[in-house]
């Protein structure tokens, strides 16, 4: 596998494509543009479906977990294998385990510009930006207490585009080589980033730490006054931005990093326990990963399990 295709506008999914089908005549000629417009037709339709008929979250595992040091590996933070949807409808897959060496994470901003990036991020009382669930898990059944100060960072998975082989073809642009080569395959890929968080308030009734906004769907009251609720819901979903054949970049949520992709999946936060000072030094308690925070995307058939069918 070589390169990875990073760039937001390398995949046409970005710019919402209208569905246009190319439409094939007998003696037609082709160039690669035709087939491509095909793959994204394609590609376009499955990604809309997913994207309004379960939203972007986990679809299953990416479980995130904190592996301290040991004789056979270093200190990690571990995203299990699994499956999630981004908020186009692009699949992500983690076909095995993958890891952040935490040692080497923290070295970097540190080195980089002393120590501010880290400073920045330490919080006191951190349990104010983590979820219920994990403050009231903390410290019970071997699970690590909740610091008192600590770095908060969160994990987020990201869909890339990796290349792989290459194949004889002519050469573009102004060349006229006939031993040229390109791409032969595009590997639907991810990216775990691992991002400190500057700036975070818990007078924000939109920040990840106080949970999801409100759908607003009624969960009580009357069976009629819930399907109404539903009903409105759904007339209310659909977006201003983001149609087919519009390139408006797609609005941040408000548990992504100014400046980092938009459609990447938050998979978890991280509360990493530091002493006081700047810049501040880990003091060799447990991390502590709050998985519960993000948007789950449960299956029809978990679904029908919970409501006992």
């Excluded at 394609?42 to 972007?56: D, N, T």
């Excluded at 993958?98 to 919080?123: I, K, N, S």
């Excluded at 059944?141 to 869909?159: E, H, Q, S």
């Excluded at 002493?275 to 679904?303: H, I, K, T």
Aim: hydrophobic content about 40%; proline content about 8%; some cysteine.
């Amino acid at each position: 596998m070589s390169a990875t295709t990073r760039r937001k506008d390398a995949d046409p999914l970005y710019v919402g494509p209208a569905p246009d089908r190319p439409f094939y005549a007998t003696g037609m000629l082709l160039d690669a543009s035709d087939f491509l417009d095909e793959q994204t037709y394609h590609r376009g339709r499955l990604a809309h479906a997913l994207a309004f008929l379960s939203g972007g979250g986990t679809l299953a595992g990416l479980r995130v977990s904190h592996a301290p040091a040991a004789a056979d590996h270093a200190e990690e933070i571990r995203v299990a294998a699994g499956l999630a949807v981004d908020r186009i409808g692009r699949l992500i897959e983690l076909p095995r385990p993958a890891c952040l060496r935490l040692e080497r994470w923290w070295e970097a901003p540190g080195g980089r510009d002393a120590g501010d990036v880290l400073t920045q991020a330490a919080y006191d009382d951190p349990g104010r930006f983590v979820s219920a669930r994990a403050v009231a898990e903390a410290g019970v059944g071997g699970a690590p207490a909740m610091p008192t100060r600590a770095i908060v960072a969160d994990i987020y998975l990201r869909f890339v585009a990796c290349e792989r082989g290459y194949t004889q073809s002519f050469a573009s642009g102004p060349y006229d080589a006939l031993d040229s080569v390109a791409t032969a395959r595009l590997r639907d890929a991810y990216e775990l980033q691992l991002l400190v968080r500057h700036g975070l308030d818990t007078d924000d009734p939109d920040a990840p730490h106080l949970g999801l906004p409100s759908t607003g769907v009624v969960l009580e009251g009357s069976e009629d006054e819930r399907r109404a609720a539903m009903q409105d819901a759904v007339l209310a979903a659909w977006p201003e931005r983001g149609h087919a054949g519009q390139p408006d970049e797609l609005p941040p949520l408000a548990e992504h990093v100014t400046g980092n992709d938009p459609t990447s999946q938050w998979l978890a936060r991280v509360l990493i326990p530091v002493l006081a000072g700047d810049p501040p030094e880990r003091d060799g308690s447990g991390v502590l990963v709050d998985n519960w925070p993000r948007r789950f995307v449960p299956s029809s058939q978990l679904l029908q399990r919970w409501v006992g069918l």
